[in-house]
């Protein structure tokens, strides 16, 4: 899903809301036309894109210029929020549709922030810890002015971690001496204010969220119907009791998981330690190797091998070392191998025109941002494949952020379980809104139920501020 595919999808719910008779009843005619065409207008363009360049002197010598963004989409559910990526491929157009996915997803779920995003166009693995240091220190003082606790607060993404934050706020407080610094930055480490479980928050909702409609919503039906012609639903449904039915009767479910990360790792984890729903990880990937063992592998030693080494290990000696029995594989492999469920924790278009139709799984999870493309998205929908979309999935990440917020401000920490806890509580309401609504109103998919819900919110505050004259 790109940015303008994105606005598409805000454009197509807002024109939806307005047919909706029965949506903002006090809002008629000229009045109606007029302030849906104004909500249309701020949602599908950008409050403010800064780019910068850093400016870093190389190990070596050498000064380099790092182009480096931060954008912020819209802030009227709250204070603009939004992860900072460190990736070679971080563009304009990348960052732009992820700030606005995350004035979505916040909304959707009901936290009170806005949607930002920031990037650095470099490959972190190029860049020593020391030029890493300088660049987010650069970072930091190239965006200070538009940023702070109370204005926009980025986290880790892609190729950025507790440590990157760490040296940020560090680097926040040095500029703004005597004031409050520690709730400039989400995803901190625990010594230095962050959320007990932050880092694994985003990979344990992304496989919670996929178990919650297998395990919990699907147990929870007795009475759906279908009418005739509706095989798209009827087929998912299916889909959903038989993988229930495995449970029932103690079987494995089969899946794999695309990246290797904060994200692909945790749920790669979780899938292997289920004991509610049991799992058979019969794949996993990173930007080098597909591992494969239909047998299931032995996900604890690779989180071990990844988290001493960086990547997955690479040769038939790496794995023998760590005793693991794995195929190793093309990197893209993995999105069609014959799975149940694949979980998508790597990065952007995996699944595209090109591959669409070899997909096996009968459950794509979004646990990477935009990882499936539009017209693949509407192909796996039609072929009766459930699409669990990333601003529902992969929130974990932003729901803990907003606990480490709320506790930086009140200085009182909360536990590990109170986290999970929340975390866990918060998810499982927006799903059973989401899927619910997908199921009973039979909307087209679960990506525009999502869409659906979270332009419904942002619409009814723009009109509560007044900004839709
Ligand atoms: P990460 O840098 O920790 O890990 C990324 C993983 O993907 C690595 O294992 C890398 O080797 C692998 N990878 C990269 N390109 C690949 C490719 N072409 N094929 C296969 N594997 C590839 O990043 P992360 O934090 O785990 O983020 C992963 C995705 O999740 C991103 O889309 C990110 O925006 C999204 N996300 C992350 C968070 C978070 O809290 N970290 C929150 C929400 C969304």
């Known amino acids: 899903m790109n940015l303008a595919q994105t606005q598409g999808i805000i454009k197509e719910m807002l024109q939806k809301l307005q047919e909706e008779e029965t949506f903002f009843t006090e809002l008629k005619g000229e009045q109606r036309e007029k302030a849906f065409e104004s909500a249309q207008e701020i949602l599908t363009t950008t409050d403010k894109i800064i780019k910068s360049y850093i400016r870093v002197s190389k190990d070596d010598g050498r000064i380099v210029r790092i182009p480096a963004y931060r954008i912020q989409h819209n802030n009227i559910a709250g204070f603009y929020k939004g992860g900072i990526r460190y990736s070679e491929t971080v563009s304009e157009e990348e960052v732009e549709n992820l700030a606005v996915l995350m004035t979505l997803k916040n909304a959707l779920h009901e936290l009170p922030y806005g949607g930002a995003k920031g990037g650095v166009v470099i490959n972190p693995k190029d860049y020593s810890d020391r030029e890493l240091n300088f660049v987010s220190k650069k970072y930091v003082q190239r965006f200070a002015p538009d940023l702070g606790p109370t204005h926009d607060i980025p986290a880790p993404d892609m190729g950025t971690n507790e440590k990157i934050m760490d040296w940020m706020v560090g680097e926040y407080k040095t500029i703004h001496p005597g004031k409050n610094y520690l709730g400039a930055f989400t995803g901190k480490s625990i010594d230095n204010g962050g959320a007990k479980g932050r880092r694994e928050a985003t990979g344990k909702g992304t496989f919670f969220s996929y178990f919650w409609l297998v395990h919990e919503w699907t147990k ?59 799992h058979r ?30 990547n997955l290990p690479q040769s038939p000696a790496e794995l023998e070392k ?17 799975v149940e469920v694949l979980i998508l924790a790597a990065t952007e278009r995996q699944i595209t025109k090109q591959n669409m139709q070899e997909v096996k799984a009968d459950i794509l999870v979004e646990g990477a941002n935009s990882p499936i493309t539009a017209m693949a998205d509407d192909y796996l929908n039609g072929q009766g494949k459930i699409v669990i979309p990333d601003i529902l999935v992969n929130a974990g990440g932003v729901m803990v952020s907003y606990l480490e917020w709320k506790q930086d401000r009140i200085t009182q920490l909360y536990t590990n379980e109170e986290t999970l806890h929340e975390m866990y509580g918060q998810m499982s309401q927006s799903c059973e809104k ?34 839709l004259f």
């Open 220 to 278: 929870m039906q007795n009475n759906l119907s279908f009418n005739d012609g509706d095989e798209m639903h009827k087929t998912q449904y299916q889909k959903l009791q038989s993988l229930y039915n495995k449970h029932t009767q103690n079987k494995e479910i089969s899946i794999a998981v695309q990246g290797f990360g904060n994200v692909g790792s945790v749920a790669a984890l979780e899938a292997y330690t289920s004991e509610k729903l049991k």
């Open 281 to 310: 990880v019969v794949a996993v990937s990173d930007q080098n190797v597909t591992l494969y063992n239909q047998n299931g592998i032995n996900i604890p030693e690779l989180v071990l091998f990844q988290s001493e080494n960086g």
């Open 434 to 467: 989401v899927f619910n609504e997908y199921f009973e109103r039979k909307l087209e998919s679960i990506r525009q139920t999502c869409f659906r819900y979270a332009t419904q919110k942002l619409f009814t505050l723009l009109y509560k501020h007044g900004k």
């Open 322 to 338: 760590i005793g693991v029995e794995a195929e190793i594989r093309d990197r893209e492999d993995i999105l069609t191998l014959d």
